[in-house]
């Protein structure tokens, strides 16, 4: 009886890990921009984790705030000050979200396929409903997630000094690249 009880329970953990492919990154790469004709801010990040269920197209990602570096130091600096990201209170940005057409998408066929994805994008002290277009593309086993959007920055609490707000744009655009390894 022992052994029909371990045979079946391995058997069933072999069939849900086998319909529940689950990708990982923890070098994904997030980028934003903010374009004025003052003044050009872009950052990168390339230490964004994120994890996707090829099953079910939930996705998460999380980002240390401080992991992003600029061009200039003088604009990381203030990047992570209080009045603009305040890394210290609030280290971490994440997205937690779903892929709504994961079912469109071959896991097993290289192919880029057109995605779309809702979730909810939390910065600073304030999350919000984020739908955004994308790519997945799958070559070799491997996939990548491409996808670029905007928000506001004033929707997520991100201000910054009275004096210099003419050089930020109330728009960024942020792009999201991540490779992903199967588990």
Do not use: W
């Not at 880029?112 to 409903?129: A, N, W």
């Amino acid at each position: 009886m022992k052994k029909i009880i371990t045979s079946c329970f391995t058997v069933f953990f072999f069939i849900v890990t086998g319909f529940s492919q689950t990708y990982i990154t923890r070098n994904g790469n997030i980028s934003f921009s903010s374009h004025t004709a003052l003044e050009d801010i872009k950052a990168q990040n390339n230490e964004a984790v994120s994890v996707l269920n090829a099953s079910t197209g939930d996705l998460e990602f999380k980002v240390a705030v401080k992991s992003f570096h600029f061009a200039k130091t003088a604009m990381e600096d203030h990047f992570n000050d209080d009045d603009y990201m305040a890394s210290e209170k609030f280290p971490k940005a994440a997205f937690k979200g779903k892929i709504t057409n994961i079912s469109a998408v071959d896991f097993s066929k290289d192919d880029s396929y057109p995605v779309s994805v809702s979730g909810d994008l939390t910065i600073r002290d304030v999350t919000k409903p984020v739908t955004a277009k994308g790519t997945i593309t799958v070559k070799g086993g491997t996939v990548t997630i491409n996808s670029t959007f905007t928000i506001k920055r004033r929707d997520y609490n991100v201000i910054g000094e009275a004096f210099v707000q003419k050089k930020i744009s109330e728009d960024i655009e942020i792009t999201v690249n991540c490779q992903y390894e199967s588990q």
